[in-house]
């Protein structure tokens, strides 16, 4: 069973939703899977991240991207410049770079072995949840860290 995003924000002036309280900016992080459905336009998937992807560039939200993202990207063949391409669709003000500190990881070397997920799952679940931002993800692993991180599917947000 994948886990479910409900919001339950009041209504407030100076949202950027109307789901949530004034001046509340969500900060988004995105799993390099939904970058992949939007890019390569994987069906119905490819159509939620982009739904989803819009939808944050309309208000003016941010998302996040680690160089995890980077490396798993570059891993299945992308280079550099097509991983620019495809980042750039969110505007300059709409896209932050977050680091793995050291501590950061060897949590999620921890978490990885404790409960036999992907490395690369645990590392984004942290840096999801030390930057306040809504993780975004359809990998089943998330389950195993729902004390980590709250996980979104993409059709949940938008």
Not at 28 to 41: G, M
Not at 107 to 133: F, M, Q, T, W, Y
């Amino acid at each position: 069973m994948l886990i479910l995003c409900h919001t339950s924000f009041s209504e407030g002036r100076g949202s950027t939703s109307p789901h949530l309280p004034p001046f509340f900016i969500m900060i988004y992080y995105l799993d390099t899977s939904i970058w992949l459905d939007f890019h390569e336009k994987r069906g119905q998937n490819g159509e939620c991240a982009r739904k989803l992807i819009l939808t944050i560039i309309e208000q003016g939200t941010i998302i996040l991207y680690s160089d995890l993202h980077v490396r798993e990207l570059k891993q299945l063949g992308y280079s550099s410049d097509e991983i620019a391409l495809l980042f750039k669709i969110v505007r300059p003000n709409g896209l932050r770079h977050v680091h793995l500190y050291r501590t950061q990881n060897e949590e999620a070397r921890a978490l990885s072995s404790k409960r036999k997920i992907p490395l690369g799952d645990a590392i984004h679940a942290v840096l999801a949840r030390d930057n306040n931002a809504v993780l975004v993800s359809r990998d089943h692993d998330f389950e195993k860290l729902k004390d980590i991180t709250k996980t979104c599917v993409p059709e949940e947000l938008y």
